[in-house]
């Protein structure tokens, strides 16, 4: 099983020396962006515990204790949980005895590869009044933690400072955390200070054709390159062939950057076509390229001989007959029907228990791609495995999420979806792959993948349920049949359904699952997919509660 955890940041502000011999540990715990609240913190003094936090809803803690007159390593650190990996911040050397800095940097949030220097400003202020003090930049790489110096600045009377540093230097596109820190003199304690920035670059996409004539029953093949400005591959990449401006196929770029991308001539219309490649970026610091258009030439398609035109006609019609029979399914209605004609199976009266199968929550998991009749024909012969994580309420896509594939050997691929909620395997092994996907505050979907396939799992969707809804679920198989009717489920709130409930009978085991899921679907916190256990658990309570007593 793929455990998902979230990256958690934990950032300390300035350490501040309070009246009484106090001192005050303040920061913020997040994933990056979202706070993380009511997390646990320990707050460490030269390696021993002397304290713990708690942070607020908004991610941020702040922790007042004794502290005598000397030199520290202080840490804090958060120990993680099921869905969010450990973090921890420290601070060596600090001196109670000296002043503390309070340090601040500005910058663009974007930096061009090739562009205009990055300018940036730090500002550093003590308890008294602006510091002058040296200060050293570094950019650090969000994905890697790859950490390089770029440069320095020193602050002025006023305590402000700005330096220019050419995009080039802070390392390869993608997301970044510009640092500025300060070691620390005999007046000041060390501080630091940081801003998120991302470090963008254009790109360039190449295509060309194996042949400018093609035959109507031939492919039309074409191989290019994608790079970046340095001329550098970017790998992993989705490549569209457009044809007359619309997609007609795509293809994945290998660890150079090059792909190759096919599609059939008979799936254009014959005659001169400009065909070219479309590169449309999922990352904020890659941006979108198109290549040259490519005039090729289709000629007509040849006749057939008409003994051979029947026999291929024949065949066709039997194997998409036969297809769309496997695929419709038509017999399953038949045998529903027999099912339900059946003494064991009588259909339910009309002043039975009514049905709630409208208020139902939507199917979620994975739900496979639909090639055209020609391609479901071809044999199996794609290894990729692509698509889109999605709301399968709302139909939003979901970004972040962790999409994991394994093999039957135990070897996992895994990759997250981007900001349209798009994924991509591009090479998969033969064989049955478990798949699993797994986002906070969605239900976690696990299904089986058969490789290689005939285009179904290129572009497929996988649909997350979220937690809220799984516990409205729950509650709804408990609520509906306490109902006087059954239109009135999605019209009375659980509250009203209770009181109802409560005025025919006791309902303490209801009122127990009521709260409950008041708390967890209406409350501003994320309902984590760990509690749907104690749902199920407490509406058994509830049902059992509402169920006659046996004679």
Excluded at 211 to 235: K, Y
Excluded at 311 to 318: H, N, W
Excluded at 478 to 485: C, D, H, K, T
Aim: proline share 6%; net charge negative.
């Amino acid at each position: 099983m793929v455990k998902v955890r979230s990256r958690a940041q934990l950032q300390l502000d300035p350490v501040r020396r309070l009246s009484g011999g106090l001192v005050r540990v303040a920061g913020r715990v997040s994933d990056g962006q979202v706070g993380i609240g009511d997390a646990t913190l320990s707050i460490s003094i030269d390696g021993r515990p002397v304290a713990d936090a708690t942070t607020d809803e908004l991610g941020s803690f702040a922790r007042d204790f004794p502290l005598p007159d000397g030199s520290y390593d202080l840490e804090v650190r958060f120990d993680g949980d099921a869905y969010i990996a450990s973090a921890g911040a420290k601070l060596a050397d600090f001196d109670v005895r000296k002043e503390t800095i309070e340090l601040a940097v500005r910058a663009p949030a974007e930096a061009i590869v090739g562009g205009d220097d990055l300018r940036i400003a730090v500002r550093a202020q003590s308890t008294t009044g602006p510091a002058t003090v040296d200060v050293a930049l570094f950019a650090v790489a969000l994905d890697t933690g790859e950490r390089a110096r770029i440069g320095g600045v020193t602050t002025g009377a006023d305590g402000l400072g700005e330096t220019s540093i050419p995009p080039d230097q802070l390392g390869l596109p993608g997301r970044k955390r510009l640092e500025a820190q300060f070691r620390g003199n005999d007046a000041y304690n060390a501080a630091a200070a940081s801003r998120a920035l991302v470090v963008a670059t254009a790109t360039d996409l190449t295509f060309s054709v194996v042949t400018a004539a093609v035959a109507f029953e031939d492919d039309v093949r074409g191989t290019g390159v994608l790079a970046d400005v340095n001329g550098t591959g970017i790998p992993g990449a989705a490549v569209e062939l457009l044809a007359g401006g619309k997609p007609v196929a795509d293809a994945l770029t290998d660890e150079r950057g090059r792909f190759e991308i096919q599609v059939e001539a008979s799936d254009l219309e014959p005659g001169a076509v400009n065909v070219q490649a479309r590169f449309r970026s999922p990352d904020s610091w890659l941006r979108d390229s198109r290549s040259a258009p490519v005039a090729v030439e289709i000629a007509e398609p040849q006749p057939v001989p008409l003994r051979y035109t029947l026999a291929a006609f024949a065949l066709t019609l039997v194997a998409v007959l036969a297809f769309a029979a496997l695929r419709t399914r038509p017999w399953v209605p038949w045998l529903e029907a027999l099912r339900r004609r059946s003494p064991t199976n009588e259909p339910r009266r009309a002043d039975s228990e009514p049905s709630a199968t409208a208020a139902e929550m939507p199917a979620s998991g994975l739900v496979q791609s639909r090639p055209g009749i020609m391609a479901a024909l071809r044999p199996a012969r794609d290894f990729a495995f692509s698509g889109t994580v999605a709301d399968a309420v709302r139909r939003r896509p979901i970004a972040g999420a962790l999409v994991a594939v394994r093999d039957a050997n135990g070897t996992a691929l895994e990759t997250t979806s981007d900001a349209r909620g798009q994924f991509a395997f591009a090479d998969l092994s033969a064989g049955v792959h478990v798949a699993e996907v797994r986002h906070r505050g969605f239900v976690s979907e696990r299904f089986e993948l058969t490789i290689p396939h005939r285009g179904d799992l290129r572009g497929a969707r996988i649909d997350l349920l979220p937690v809220r809804e799984r516990i409205f679920d729950i509650y709804r198989r408990v609520a509906v049949p306490l109902l006087p009717e059954a239109r009135l489920w999605g019209v009375w709130t659980p509250r009203q359904i209770f009181r109802h409930v409560r005025a025919q009978r006791p309902a303490s085991a209801l009122a127990d699952l009521t709260d409950f899921v008041e708390d967890s679907y209406f409350s501003a916190r994320l309902a984590e997919e760990s509690i749907l256990p104690e749902t199920e658990r407490r509406a058994d309570a509830a049902q059992r509660e509402a169920a006659p007593p046996a004679r």
